[in-house]
């Protein structure tokens, strides 16, 4: 192509991301404006994708860590043939659009990932990174993972901590393109960020170049020679200038989430040799150029068939088995336990629950933030993927709780992997936003917590969890299970092998619990979030215990002295609010019936949000401060989490 029309190719990016921000009155025009050059050459000349079939299971993904720059990827999309219609970048962040502010993965095709949360994109696309080596270990899957990423991706922890384990795995797959314009929302990065970017990543094992980012055959050359480098992750720094072209706000921190202004677009665009008072305009010859992305991506799909179809039919079978996935009935796997009054922690039932399922589900990538012995979530047989050896099926995250949960989502992203992980529940924390971006896209993640309360002992209050249940609890589309004994783990993981619209939080213990009879034929139970564990003798009662995970058991002993005493008592066990609060009025009135306002809860944990379950009537016996170093017995009978505690407060109501 002429280097006039590709010119115009890369104004038209610019003037595009300009007018969607000018219109909303709203929204980041500067790194667009800044990035087209790049962005142009990738999408043109590397970027392997089928505009027509957004899934194509062999694409190349992109994701737009930096997300603020939204505007881009609309622009890209629209222009390259997606089904984004020119009236959606009309729409850009008002109500009902495809184009939100931020990217959102399942509103606008062609969004790989949400983006918004600097780092997060970042970790995501390693994870994807990791699911398509795994993948391409396994069938002939090939492709990249390429992003683009600014200065504030590089600030935040968790690019770190995914730089550092990408540049560990040796990730040839993953190429980020760095938009180093040095601007930031305060001003100049010299105000915070003035480390060597590019030793840093050298150091973490990555290939790196620096280069002009409006220089378009520099682009070329970098992108072209990071394809080669097969055993390290490459960054190409590109210097680029924000808001580029604005002639009196490029380089200035005034482009970066502002709208330009009607007056400064004018000049903006009559510099580019444009009609200034054109808006939303494509030019014709412009638009032809990139909807070739239209049948090049056909052609890229059939090319792919062709060889899929001469491979092997074990390496067939798993891309089908990953991307085309069939229900698995998993209550026929999953272990079940008779009544056992010594019974075993939780976090082991979850153990042996994995060991049962996890070599049977295809693409199952398990790994933990290095506390595999404490977490129990090596499978057995399982194999670690690691440097030039993709074909395992669990990662060493490290010491990496943040990344290792982006990681996770973008592994889910790719669409091929059922990624679980684990690491004690105080550190749920670490993982919290990413736990969220998962709750947001309804990315289905599992996390297997483990040492859920001060039933952990002698650790102390560090690593003993207080107020994370009720954290946890709080976010949207998320969902956390707290099993009571053996039984209801694997009723536990049932749900969450099964659940779609959302991550599952398992909370284990570390302390062995009994396992009791009326858990024998739960999992239904489970699955609606709370169920009558032990009913009062009539069936009619006066007083409700509630309960969750370890407490469970101090209730039924409670729910035992008192109905041997004649006393009319339930016991409920209520594993998951989620799952409760969206059964039924009739059957959530069936388990809490609003007559019996004697009701005591009893959880290891905040007293937060009991209320919605016990009333105003009700009794709370939890922990409301930290804890202590010291044997769990000993805990809990200090802190007055005792089957005495229960029957006193049923006793006195």
Known sequence: MSRTLEQRCVDTIRTLSMDGVQKANSGHPGMPMGMADAAFVLWTEFLRHSPSNPKWVNRDRFVLSAGHGSMLLYSLLHLTGYDLPLDELKNFRQWGSKTPGHPEHGLTPGVETTTGPLGQGFANGVGMAIAAKHMGAKSIIDHHVYAIVSDGDLMEGVSQEAASLAGHLGLGN???????????????????????????????????????????????????????????????????HIGFGSPNKQGSEESHGSPLGEEEIRLTKQGFGWDPEAKFFIPDDVLAFFREAVDKGKALEADWAASLSKASSEAREYVEACFNRKAIDFTNILPTYAADAKGIATRKASGNALDAVAPKIPGVIGGTADLGPSNLT?????????????????????????????????????????PY???????????????????????????????DSIGLGEDGPTHQPIEHLAALRAIPNNMVLRPADANETSAAWNVALTRTGG????????????????????????????????????????????????????????????????????????????????????????????????????????????????????????????????????????FGLTSDAVIEAVSRA
């Open 174 to 240: 993953l190429i980020y393109l760095y938009d180093d314009n040095k601007i930031t929302i305060d001003g100049s990065t010299d105000l915070a960020f003035t480390e060597d970017v590019m030793k840093r990543f050298e150091a973490y094992g990555w290939h790196t170049r620096t280069i002009d980012g409006h220089d378009r055959d520099a682009v070329r050359h970098a992108i072209a020679e990071a394809q080669l480098v097969s055993d390290k992750p490459s960054i190409i720094a590109c210097r680029t």
């Open 378 to 418: 090596a499978f057995k047989g399982y194999k670690p993927i690691q440097k030039g050896d993709f074909s395992g099926n669990y990662v060493h995250f490290g010491i990496r709780e943040h990344a290792m949960g982006s990681i996770m989502n973008g592994m889910y992203l790719h669409g091929s992997t059922i």
């Open 421 to 451: 992980a684990g690491t004690f529940l105080v550190f749920s924390d670490y993982c919290r936003p990413a736990i969220r971006m998962a709750a947001l896209m309804h990315v289905p993640a599992i996390y297997v917590f483990t040492h």
């Open 503 to 638: 991550p599952t939080c398992l909370i284990l213990t570390r302390q062995n619990l009994p396992t009791l009879a009326e858990t024998e034929a739960c999992y239904g139970k489970v699955a609606k979030g709370g169920y009558v564990l032990a009913d009062a003798p009539s069936g009619k009662p006066d007083a409700i215990i509630l309960a969750t995970g370890s407490e469970i058991s101090l209730g039924y002993e409670a729910w035992t002295k008192l109905t041997a005493s004649g006393k009319q008592v339930r016991l409920v066990s209520l594993p998951s609010w989620e799952a409760f609060r969206k059964q039924s009025a009739e059957y959530r009135e069936s388990v809490l019936p609003k007559s019996v306002t004697n009701r005591v809860a009893i959880e290891a944990a905040s007293p937060f949000g009991w209320h919605e379950w016990i009333g105003d009537a009700g009794t709370i016996i939890a922990l409301d401060h930290f804890g202590e170093s010291a044997p769990y017995q000993t805990l809990y009978a200090k």
